[in-house]
């Protein structure tokens, strides 16, 4: 039977011992991107059928990888849910092989499609593609990472970092057609098409983010 809701133990479980180890990571991959992962994957659940447990679980430990390299951090995420002995409380260990593979699966660059649908569920959930959403977190991903770099320097590597991931040429793949995704999308690929356009929304975001550290 598919589960519509996660279970009250499972969600108690994952906020105190789970979630809490993304106060580790930088501003574009902290608590809140992690909630708001977990709440477009439970929404898509409800939408595809999937199994609310799994999908719950498959999105708390989708980047917690970034203890370890950034470039494998979803495998090191699938690895860690896959060792995590404590979840065959709620799985089996054919649940947690789906699950592991799903988290392996949610990186834009992976060079495959998602083996299962929990797997476009979270690469789906991943990816909020509100242009302005996407602009500060890169930026805040540019700070927090190359804090030597002055502000030109942030432009250039902000410019690769959109061409190479979200233009029409990039690497990004949606999963789910008719999402709210896809028309953010269009309209983020709009602005890099328009460099001045683009620019005096980096200045300002920037600008923003720069006063908080």
Not at 98 to 109: G, I, L, P
Request: some cysteine.
């Amino acid at each position: 039977m598919i589960n519509n809701t996660a279970s009250l133990d499972l969600v108690e479980f994952v906020e105190t011992q789970i979630l809490p180890r993304y106060a580790e990571f930088d501003k574009a991959h902290n608590l809140s991107h992690v909630t708001r992962v977990i709440r477009n994957s439970t929404a898509l659940a409800r939408q595809t059928g999937a199994d609310m447990n799994m999908v719950y679980v498959i999105a708390a430990y989708h980047d917690l990888g970034l203890s370890g390299p950034r470039a494998i951090h979803h495998l090191t995420s699938g690895k860690i849910l896959m060792q995590d002995a404590r979840l065959k409380r709620w799985f089996s260990p054919e649940q947690i092989k789906v699950m592991k593979e799903a988290v392996e699966d949610h990186r834009a660059s992976a060079s495959h499609a998602p083996r299962s649908i929990y797997g476009k569920i979270v690469a789906e959930a991943d990816r909020d593609l509100a242009p302005e959403t996407v602009i500060r977190r890169t930026i805040q991903f540019g700070l927090a990472n190359y804090p030597e770099m002055d502000t030109e320097g942030h432009w250039k590597r902000f410019c690769q970092h959109m061409a190479e991931k979200y233009s029409v040429n990039g690497y990004i793949r949606l999963w789910i057609q008719g999402s709210e995704n896809e028309r953010n999308l269009n309209e983020l690929r709009s602005l890099i098409v328009h460099p001045e356009k683009m620019r005096a929304v980096f200045n300002r975001i920037f600008l923003e983010e720069s006063r908080t550290l």
